[in-house]
């Protein structure tokens, strides 16, 4: 632990881990105030639903753009560009309570952090190299969104009761604005002009080499598989486990979990090879899938979702490390925008076909998580075959 925020001596690290901290803060103090008025509103689940399907949209839609420019341009003006473009249009919220405007406004979002994130990944190595001290600052980002996604959403529906809809749409346009004067704060690197400038080049590269295909691999198929469960988990706790708060205690397990394995990440990481890690760490997703949605009562399943945490963030985090370190800095903003759209694509299928898998006639929610526990185990092996070519 100490020596993951060790890493925050560096000042650039520091300010853009510290942007990243108050705009994930911010985005999930409203992930569940968005959701409930526009539910309060219609009255709909579709129309509520719709808020995440308008999410997911852009990052498949905008990837190749996002990385091209993460390559091609100054990282650091991407970055501010896309909080403010973020802000904007979150603070269209608090011109009308039409419903309508939610969705929109979360796409134009939603297209701002899809550019945001691929530069974010390309320029931390930038600021880090691509030594033990970028696994420490992935290792860091990991234990902050984990902290965020754990205090974000109770602490915005709380507030939502008390200080209104509008304060914490509001306060999520501001954190926009933090972030980007953080960034507008850090050092300019000299930026290396692309060899390739196409915007299939992220593409093309992970075709050519197997180990960080492997990787991207490996993750689509977690995503799949998660996503399909996700959508299951609220379901499957109030029916199986005993009410609402049983959920509740479910998901905050998910994010302790995350929280508990990310000072893990750099030490293992100096010990083990990231392919190793990533498939020792998707098995352990796959088990504790099973056992989630086998547990007959609250503590065993609070345990295996603990245990879906550690594993994830473990996942995550080595996977991302070694693809930074594997590809060359003019081509990272493309091939973190390939990964990303992976990611979304992968999402938004799994969160559809999860639940008619589960409410198929002769299945059932147990047989949903067995086959994504298959899906994520052979994850697993293609990141252990990865291992041949790292």
């Given amino acids: 632990m100490i020596r993951t925020f060790a890493v925050l001596a560096n000042r650039d690290l520091r300010l853009l881990w510290l942007s990243r901290a108050v705009s994930s803060f911010g985005a999930w103090l409203v992930v569940v105030a968005i959701p409930a008025h526009v ?3 219609t009255g709909s689940t579709t129309a509520t639903g719709l808020v995440v399907a308008a999410q997911y949209l852009p990052p498949v839609l905008l990837g190749p753009l996002a990385g091209s420019l993460a390559d091609r341009l100054d990282r650091r003006h991407v970055m501010v560009a896309s909080d403010l473009l973020r802000a904007a249009a979150i603070a269209v919220l608090l011109l009308s309570d039409e419903f309508w405007l939610v969705y929109p406004v979360m796409a134009v979002e939603s297209a701002g952090t899809v550019l945001f994130r691929p530069a974010a990944q390309a320029h ?8 033990p001290t970028l696994a420490a600052a992935n290792s860091l980002t990991a234990l902050t969104d984990g902290a965020m996604r754990l205090l974000g959403p109770p602490l915005g529906a709380a507030l939502l009761f008390t200080a209104g809809y509008h304060t914490l749409i509001a306060a999520d346009a501001i954190s926009y604005l933090i972030s980007a004067a953080l960034i507008a704060r850090t050092t300019r690197h000299p930026r290396v002009t692309p060899t390739r400038t196409q915007l299939s080049a992220g593409a093309v590269f992970l075709r050519d080499n197997p180990a960080p295909r492997a990787l991207v691999l490996s993750l689509t198929l977690f995503f799949a598989g998660n996503a399909a469960l996700s959508a299951l988990v609220v379901p499957f706790a109030v029916i199986e486990l005993g009410g609402e708060l049983q959920a509740g205690l479910v998901m ?11 000072p893990a990440v750099t030490p293992l990481m100096d010990r083990f090879a990231a392919h190793l890690l990533l498939s020792a760490a998707l098995l352990g997703i796959a088990i504790g899938f099973v056992l989630l949605f086998s547990a007959p009562t609250l503590t065993p399943a609070l345990l295996a979702a603990t245990l879906i945490g550690i594993a994830g963030v473990l996942a995550l985090t080595s996977a991302q490390t070694a693809l930074q370190r594997a590809t060359p800095t003019t081509l990272l903003g493309r091939v973190t ?3 990303l759209m992976a990611e979304a694509a992968a999402t938004l299928s799994g969160s559809v076909i999860g639940p008619i898998i589960a409410g198929a006639p002769g299945s059932s929610t147990l047989i949903t998580a067995w086959a994504a526990a ?3 185990a052979l994850g ?3 990141a252990l075959r990865g291992n041949r070519y790292a």
């Fill in 39 to 41: 539910f309060a509103q």
């Fill in 252 to 262: 905050s397990a998910l994010g302790a979990g995350s929280l508990l394995g990310a």
């Fill in 374 to 376: 298959a899906l994520t």
């Fill in 124 to 131: 931390i190595p930038t600021i880090t190299g691509t030594g």
């Fill in 380 to 382: 697993a092996a293609v």
């Fill in 337 to 339: 925008a390939v990964l």
